[in-house]
């Protein structure tokens, strides 16, 4: 069969337009998007932080991925602001001074858990609303800050059932909420993506839920946390917008926030079976945490809305951090007295 001259022209062209159409097209979506206003993705995120002594904020743990290193740990940010952070033996955060331990020892006990707010990122040790809590409460609790950066609604679940079996069991734990919880406790594509920034900090592994109707509640380790994003993102626009999009419906069409219920039953179910007061507090003025406050008080969980306003800048560590300041820390330590003292009350 002879293929004639205008044949062959007519294949040579729809090969070009097979071809070269693609390309057209991903030059056009890029340069719209830049002109949009979006951009490659940013280099590698490394905080500017260092700490001393050691240069590592954390340690590996086989029950809750990681835990604060015990001791005395001077954290600098951005080499212009300092706080102090000391961790006992294991591993929970000062409420009090050292030298008054044996003041509290057969003292009834009160658990706080929760991550990086409840800790006290970016303040010192008497400037938390765990250890304000302690000094409201010197002569009645024993108050453990359970709290520690980067975790999650999971890790207060084990934290509880670790505890009940290696001390005395508290007469109220509270479990301080907020949503990004929600994606710590599913761990999240965004949640492993942001943690890989921290690594350098210490082994940051994680452990996380799923849930359904037909399995219930189930937990797991992540041994390795590990996110790659899409290749040349850092070089292109498009391949960026693409990656941010996925991220975004990965969280949009997870269920991290029945997730996250379910977690919150198993602690009141396990507070119940051990005659414990328990008391989920939010921590931020968002739908999502309101939301959660309502639903604790669907399933009679004492539940109090301890936020504050972030638009105002005193509750803000500002210039050195985001995170809440002194001030709002303050804020938190009033309401959440106040509260427990109703509920001692009823």
């Given at each position: 069969?002879?293929?004639?001259?205008?044949?062959?022209?007519?294949?040579?062209?729809?090969?070009?337009?097979?071809?070269?159409?693609?390309?057209?097209?991903?030059?056009?979506?890029?340069?719209?998007?830049?002109?949009?206003?979006?951009?490659?993705?940013?280099?590698?995120?490394?905080?500017?932080?260092?700490?001393?002594?050691?240069?590592?904020?954390?340690?590996?743990?086989?029950?809750?991925?990681?835990?604060?290193?015990?001791?005395?740990?001077?954290?600098?940010?951005?080499?212009?602001?300092?706080?102090?952070?000391?961790?006992?033996?294991?591993?929970?955060?000062?409420?009090?001074?050292?030298?008054?331990?044996?003041?509290?020892?057969?003292?009834?006990?009160l658990w706080v858990m929760g991550g990086?707010?409840?800790?006290?990122?970016?303040?010192?040790?008497?400037?938390t609303y765990v250890w304000l809590l302690q000094e409201l409460y010197k002569d009645k609790y024993e108050i453990r800050n359970f709290g520690c950066s980067g975790y999650g609604t999971i890790h207060s679940l084990l934290q509880i059932m670790d505890g009940l079996k290696n001390s005395k069991k508290p007469e109220i734990i509270v479990v301080a909420y907020s949503s990004v919880h929600d994606r710590r406790n599913a761990f999240l594509l965004r949640r492993r993506k942001a943690v890989t920034s921290w690594n350098f900090l210490g082994p940051l592994s994680q452990p996380y839920a799923t849930y359904s109707e037909k399995n219930g509640l189930q937990i797991?380790?992540?041994?390795?946390?590990?996110?790659k994003g899409l290749p040349f993102n850092e070089?292109?626009?498009?391949?960026?917008?693409?990656?941010?999009?996925?991220?975004?419906?990965?969280?949009?069409?997870?269920?991290?926030?029945?997730?996250?219920?379910?977690?919150?039953?198993?602690?009141n179910e396990i507070c119940q079976k051990n005659d414990i007061k328990l008391i989920v507090a939010g921590m931020e003025n968002r739908d999502i945490t309101l939301e959660?406050?309502?639903?604790?008080?669907?399933?009679?969980?004492?539940?109090?809305?301890?936020?504050?306003?972030?638009?105002?800048?005193?509750?803000?560590?500002l210039p050195h951090d985001f995170h809440p300041s002194p001030v709002a820390h303050k804020k938190f330590a009033k309401k959440l007295g106040d509260f427990i003292n109703k509920i001692n009350n009823q």
């Open positions: 069969m002879k293929i004639n001259k205008h044949t062959k022209k007519r294949f040579v062209f729809y090969c070009i337009i097979i071809v070269f159409l693609p390309i057209v097209i991903i030059i056009i979506a890029e340069v719209s998007l830049r002109l949009l206003g979006h951009h490659p993705a940013s280099p590698k995120y490394r905080p500017n932080i260092t700490v001393e002594p050691g240069g590592r904020y954390f340690q590996k743990d086989s029950l809750l991925g990681y835990t604060h290193l015990p001791g005395k740990l001077f954290v600098t940010l951005n080499n212009n602001y300092t706080f102090i952070t000391t961790h006992k033996s294991n591993t929970l955060r000062i409420t009090h001074p050292i030298a008054e331990d044996s003041n509290y020892v057969n003292k009834p006990k990086s707010d409840t800790h006290g990122w970016s303040i010192n040790n008497d400037e797991h380790k992540a041994d390795l946390v590990e996110y070089y292109s626009s498009l391949l960026n917008f693409i990656e941010k999009v996925y991220l975004y419906f990965d969280e949009k069409f997870s269920n991290s926030n029945e997730v996250t219920k379910a977690i919150i039953d198993k602690i959660m406050i309502e639903y604790c008080n669907s399933k009679n969980i004492n539940a109090v809305d301890l936020s504050v306003d972030y638009n105002i800048s005193e509750n803000l560590n």
